[in-house]
């Protein structure tokens, strides 16, 4: 991406690779990702009116959560992205039993109030509707079901927000395998939308 011309910023999660503080997989660490525009200021560069956002997995998860808290951001991208921890736990328990119980903070007393906080499903109606949001995900994924792009997108639908999911057939959870194809959806995207000024898509109903 920056040798397409962006400026690229990223924050790591908290308690990792010798980070300070501690990681509670969506809790105080989204900050760490709202502020990011504001860190961008400091970029001569970095054109802070056009911002987009990009996450995998469980970084899909916080774009989705970071899109409800700020209006700085103009496009996103997540790529197998969880949408739905009530989902995703009941497809791999051990997430619960060795990360959700062990970084969220009293998860056990409050587990359905932490896990509704973390889906993106449960609260589709806080999104924007004038942020486009390309959904990839990888049919043949275990670790994230497509199931959570795909019952996510049909939410997007019934609140009319901006969105293109594109399934890889046969691509694991980092479409390793069309990782090329990823790479030019991703710019295209972000070209379309931040460079490129594009129009937002017609959402409402409309066609012969």
């Given at each position: ?76 991208v997540v ?18 039993t060795n ?110």
């Amino acid at each position: 991406m920056a040798k397409k011309g962006y400026v690229v910023i990223a924050s790591q999660y908290r308690g990792n690779a010798g980070r300070e503080g501690k990681d509670e997989f969506r809790g105080k660490d989204v900050n760490d990702i709202t502020i990011l525009p504001e860190v961008l200021k400091e970029v001569e560069s970095a054109d802070t009116n056009k911002i987009g956002m990009y996450g995998w997995s469980r970084g899909g998860m916080m774009t989705y959560i970071a899109l409800t808290k700020t209006d700085k951001i103009q496009a996103a991208v997540v790529g197998g992205g969880v949408s739905d921890q009530f989902n995703a736990i009941e497809n791999r328990p051990e997430m619960e039993t060795n990360v959700l119980s062990e970084l969220i903070p009293n998860y056990a007393e409050n587990k359905e109030a932490e896990l509704e906080k973390r889906s993106a499903i449960k609260w589709v109606d806080q999104f924007p509707n004038d942020v486009p949001i390309l959904m990839l995900h990888g049919n043949s994924d275990w670790r994230v079901k497509p199931e959570q792009s795909l019952k996510l997108a049909l939410k997007f639908e019934k609140h009319r927000i901006p969105y293109r999911l594109i399934m890889f057939e046969g691509g694991d959870h980092g479409i390793s395998e069309n990782k090329e194809e990823v790479n030019e959806e991703v710019i295209n995207w972000f070209d379309r939308y931040l460079k490129n000024n594009e129009q937002l898509p017609n959402m409402e109903y409309h066609g012969r």
